[in-house]
């Protein structure tokens, strides 16, 4: 595999002309990819076939293109059943991703991180293990290039979902509350969205989050970063919003007065109000 470049400047593929034999490989892995992104019944026979070995040596191939249409293979058979993922994650798929995070190629970074999304569940406690991984995603979210910075978040996300604290905190140490809260002022929406979800994770259910969060962040900073979401009516961010202020409140009666005692709480009863059925 080639070596890696800075992230702020990974290489978009090139018109060059394929092999017939690497052309074939690229759209036979692209059909397949498709073909089993919606479909359990087919991501089940490929790997009772023992195709998927297969498909994860192909993230190893020296042509970009193939290792990119090899990642979203994995993306959708590790969108299967417990069974169907377990056999990815028995042959080491974890890291082979990790690898590919680095690669020199914007589309197969954006396709990696993708797939590692999908897998980051079973993952967590592994990947919270090499902190390298979790660097990786923290420098990835901070790409000028959209689609890799929201697949990065997503990553994130995962990782602190229902965890351990010690998940929580290994996460948080490289991506830091500042960070964070940038990411819950993206450009794009999309990226708003992850972040505002990692938040959400990071205070479930956990009252010394919350404080952290609190202490971190500061409660009416974050108050004010909520009503913004909540003034837009984008419907996916104002979703998340609530569910993070829900986190807040469900703590002490120190850390629910700083929902209660802020022009949110107001602004969430005036939305219930304007909302329709679907969105209440």
Excluded: W
């Excluded at 070596?3 to 690497?22: C, G, K, R």
């Excluded at 297969?54 to 090899?70: D, G, M, Q, T, Y």
């Excluded at 351990?164 to 490289?174: F, I, L, Q």
């Excluded at 104002?238 to 829900?246: K, T």
């Amino acid at each position: 595999m080639e070596d890696v470049i800075d992230i702020e400047d990974p290489l978009v593929f090139s018109d060059h002309e394929l092999t017939l034999e690497y052309k074939m490989l690229h759209y036979g892995l692209s059909a397949l990819a498709a073909l089993t992104s919606t479909h359990e019944e087919f991501r089940r026979k490929v790997v009772e076939a023992g195709h998927h070995k297969a498909i994860i040596e192909f993230l190893r191939h020296p042509e970009p293109k193939i290792r990119s249409s090899a990642c979203q293979c994995v993306t959708s058979l590790a969108r299967a059943e417990k069974s169907v993922k377990s056999a990815l994650i028995n042959e080491g798929i974890g890291n082979t991703l990790y690898k590919l995070l680095f690669d020199k190629y914007l589309e197969v970074q954006v396709n990696a991180t993708s797939a590692l999304c999908n897998v980051t569940l079973e993952f967590q406690k592994q990947i919270c293990e090499n902190a390298d991984c979790i660097k990786r995603l923290v420098e990835l979210a901070q790409s000028k290039h959209t689609a890799l910075r929201f697949k990065a978040v997503f990553a994130l996300k995962n990782l602190v979902f229902q965890t351990t604290p010690d998940v929580k905190r290994s996460v948080m140490s490289k991506l830091t509350y500042p960070r964070l809260l940038e990411l819950i002022s993206d450009e794009e929406p999309t990226v708003q969205e992850q972040a505002i979800c990692t938040l959400r994770n990071i205070l479930h259910k956990r009252q010394e989050f919350i404080q952290e969060v609190l202490d971190k962040i500061g409660g009416e900073v974050l108050m004010k970063r909520m009503e913004e979401k909540l003034a837009g009516l984008n419907p996916s961010l104002v979703s998340q919003a609530i569910y993070v202020l829900c986190n807040i409140a469900s703590g002490t009666e120190k850390q629910k007065n700083v929902v209660m005692d802020s022009a949110v709480a107001r602004q969430v009863v005036s939305l219930l109000v304007r909302l329709d059925k679907t969105h209440r």
